[in-house]
């Protein structure tokens, strides 16, 4: 194809992707929480409301397994105390209940692949418990790829030489319901039930990479707004790194569990030196400014 027609082909493509627009009827979001996570949960959404010009509008669901890992009835009320467009689903599935998982704590990631059970919405967003939303990224939510993800960085191991994901990390992702096979949440489960590789240790980023993977599916991999391992505190993450670009970053993930406490885990971030880690009271502050306005959520922090 001559260069000409090929420029001229990529102007009209990225005519069209750039004037797509969803309707806000047509975002779901997502997550999962248990008793464990639901501090969190609830800070989470708390940033997502503070931050989000719309987030009323936005139909909000949270998956939870009393089996695997229970949610009282008093964190229910918690997070539904939040607003009106936030459900909650109890998942009863002998899948997830059963499927193979080396640590048993980490069960409940099983969840996110009911993320692709919900129809009923042609945009869905899902996101961790333990993120902190600073800015507006809903400017990032017109992707016409069938998924999108967060690409995770360079890591360094202590024990060995640096590497790269290529991958969607699954803290982050995004699905169109009207781009993907009908059957993806069938296979998806039918993978969970028939999986004999031995490292179960990523649940469902696994599951879900092999399989859009396998289906040879476009996938936009972004890290412009959201970056896994940089921002987060201690291991590959530096306070420094993270005051540098706090005024770009739009979500916050506090991930790498063996590297970094939860922010809402008082006596592991203490014990970790990170308790006046710029990242960690910057969680803190929103977890306070969430007191004030929900009294009930005082026994959590």
Sequence with gaps: MPIINRISKFIRCYANINGLRFKDSDLLFCTISNDEFVAGTIVMIYSMKKHLPKFHKYKIRIFFDN??????????????SLGNNIELIEIEDEVYRNARCKHEKHRLAY??????????????????????????????????????????????????????WRAINTGLFGVDTLQIPNDTYNMLKKIIMNRNDNNTELLDQKIINNYF?????????????????????????SESFFKKHRSNIKILHFSGYELRPKPWEKDRVSKMGLKNHAAYKLWRDYAYDLQKELPISKYLF
């Design 67 to 80: 089996y695997i890992s229970p949610l009282s009835v008093k964190n229910r009320q918690l997070l539904s």
């Design 111 to 164: 969840l996110t692949i009911e993320t692709f059970s919900q129809r009923d919405f042609s945009k869905i967003i899902f996101f961790d418990g333990d993120m902190l939303v600073l800015n507006d990224f809903t400017n990032a939510l017109d992707f016409s790829f069938p998924i999108f993800g967060s690409k995770a960085g360079k890591f360094k191991s202590t024990k060995g030489p640096k590497f790269k």
């Design 213 to 237: 993977s396998q289906l040879k599916c476009p996938q936009l991999l972004i890290h412009h707004f959201y970056n896994f391992r940089d921002y987060g505190a201690s291991g590959n993450g």
